[in-house]
């Protein structure tokens, strides 16, 4: 039986993005927006479990190591279960 959709994953009754965005942020955004939008991720689908965090499918081949490290960094810090131990 599939479960609905919870209310979280909409903002404003449009869907909200539950990934890092590929096409801006990572590629072209400052370490520091990368951290942020990571973030705001967790916090908005992190609770209840059943989250994994992604980055869609690919990573733009411009897209800074740095980046690609804030990112990574960022969910390893407050990604973990139980979210803010």
Avoid at 26 to 54: C, S, Y
Avoid at 62 to 85: D, H, K, Q, S
Wanted: glycine share 8%; proline share 8%.
């Amino acid at each position: 039986m599939l479960r609905p959709l919870r209310s979280k994953w909409f903002a404003n009754g449009q869907p909200e993005e539950h990934r890092v965005d590929t096409q801006r942020t990572l590629p072209f955004g400052a370490p520091d927006e990368v951290r942020r939008e990571v973030r705001k991720r967790i916090k908005i689908f992190g609770p209840g479990g059943e989250f994994v965090f992604a980055a869609v499918h690919n990573i733009q081949a411009c897209t800074p190591v740095e980046n690609i490290l804030a990112m990574f960094e960022t969910v390893r810090e407050c990604g973990r279960y139980p979210l803010g131990a």
